[in-house]
């Protein structure tokens, strides 16, 4: 049901307010992104049916950690307020449906709308989707990649 894409930002990742915090909670946020991805709905909401949500028993499972730890994390992105909007990352609503606050604005799908870009270049998505593989070239790339053996070794790195 879900989509064999999740559109990420490096940027996001590697530098936003998340990189600041422990492993397990960008571990969890990018589960989390993930798990929304196959979501019957895909529309942020963590609801098995319209007023139905997931259990936090579930997501956890789901994300490959333990309850506590999601709870845990769920409260650090609550605290992670966006300067700009004065969003969080997640809310929790009254009857417990966890939300990813935004998460339409980011994800929208090929061909919904035109977007822009750093530096105000807008970009009009292509009118069907590239083939799998077309960034990095699919099975028509006959470059080899070196065997794993011949990488440095942790051992072999002076410090």
């Given amino acids: 049901?879900?989509?064999?894409?999740?559109?990420?930002?490096?940027?996001?990742?590697?530098?936003?307010?998340?990189?600041?915090?422990?492993?397990?909670?960008?571990?969890?946020?990018?589960?989390?992104?993930?798990?929304?991805?196959?979501?019957?709905?895909?529309?942020?909401?963590?609801?098995?049916?319209?007023?139905?949500?997931?259990?936090?028993?579930?997501?956890?499972?789901?994300?490959?950690?333990?309850?506590?730890?999601?709870?845990?994390?769920?409260?650090?992105?609550?605290?992670?307020?966006?300067?700009?909007?004065?969003?969080?990352?997640?809310?929790?609503?009254?009857?417990g449906t966890i939300v990813i606050v935004n998460w339409e604005i980011y994800q929208k799908q090929r061909g919904e709308t035109k977007g822009t870009q750093p530096g105000g270049v807008t970009v009009t998505p292509p009118s069907k989707p590239p083939k799998y593989g077309h960034m990095v070239g699919g099975r028509e790339d006959k470059r080899k990649l070196p065997d794993r053996d011949s990488y440095p070794q942790p051992e072999d790195i002076k410090t």
């Fill in 1 to 95: 049901m879900g989509y064999p894409w999740l559109k990420l930002t490096s940027m996001g990742i590697l530098r936003g307010t998340l990189s600041q915090s422990k492993d397990i909670t960008q571990l969890v946020w990018i589960k989390l992104l993930c798990l929304m991805s196959e979501t019957k709905f895909r529309n942020g909401r963590f609801e098995y049916a319209p007023g139905k949500p997931y259990s936090l028993e579930f997501i956890a499972v789901s994300c490959g950690v333990h309850q506590e730890i999601l709870e845990g994390c769920l409260c650090e992105y609550e605290e992670d307020i966006n300067p700009d909007t004065g969003d969080s990352r997640v809310r929790t609503e009254k009857d």
